[in-house]
């Protein structure tokens, strides 16, 4: 089949939709189309945007709010610009801190592009440690009780997340502790498992041979390490990928004292994230007992 004539995916997402893009781009049976990033693109990028959702056939896209930064990207609206004969994915957002329960994004409203060096997450302890002044806290570990609470509460968020945008279900996925190696970069068989089920909600007959992920780690190239005290909670004592303490960053070993000793620098230097961190993670927070 020539590329015209072939059906048309667009895939729009985080890391995480890029991985089913590639995946897609690996079939001979689809033509997958190049878009920008949400969060990337600008009014300049509409026009061509709205041409290519004209001749989509299937849209796979994670949740987007309307008027996404003033601009008309939310899903909804990206839908209404589709043939009406098209096909639309909803795939929620995966975010598991149930091996990191310290672990947390921060995006600072006056430029949400800010991201701290070395490794680019955040320790609510560090953060803490930041506003404070108290270097103790950063010793801190969760209680069985803490840690298997914060599990919970991101199996359930993930859930609510689900239900309230309609979106193809992945939370019954977490709920057996899966070796994520972030808390947005989860492990092959999570994305293969997620994937396949957007694969059940293609056009039947759209693809007769469906791309495999392999047994590759799409998005194993950063790993935070899981704390003991957090292993311990969940009963993940022994496996043989929990006993470095050490960080991988892009492939290489980073200790997690310099992380956080780098981190505490730049949090000096640059206004607006803790306070953000603070106020965008106090139930966190209040869970793990930091505050």
Known sequence: MSAPDRPTVMVIGNCQADVYRDLLRTSAEVRVVD????????????????????RTDVLITQP???????LPLGH????ARLPGSATVVLVPVLRYAGL????VLVRPPHDRSLVPPLAPYHDLRTIVAAATGDRGVLDAAP???????????????LR????????????????????????????????????GRILERLPAGLLTDPPRIGDREPLGATRAPVEPA???????????????????????PVAARDIVEAHLAWYAVTPGVVEEGLRRHADRLDLLGLR
Do not use: K
Request: no cysteine; proline share 6%; net charge negative.
């Open 230 to 252: 957090v292993a311990r909670a969940l009963g993940l004592d022994g496996r043989a990928d929990q006993e470095s303490a050490d960080w991988l960053v892009d492939g290489a």
């Open 100 to 103: 990191h329960p310290y672990q």
């Open 35 to 54: 878009v920008r990033p949400v969060y990337e693109m600008t009014a300049a990028d509409l026009p061509a945007l709205h041409d290519d959702l004209a």
């Open 76 to 79: 909804r609206q990206l839908a």
């Open 143 to 157: 209680t069985p009780e803490q840690a298997r609470a914060a599990a919970r509460e991101s199996v359930e968020a």
């Open 160 to 195: 609510v997340r689900e239900q309230a945008h309609g979106t193809i279900t992945a939370s019954d996925l977490l709920d057996g502790y899966p070796r994520w190696h972030t808390i947005n970069h989860p492990d092959r068989d999570t994305l293969a498992t997620v994937f």
């Open 64 to 70: 987007v709010r309307d008027d996404y930064r003033g």
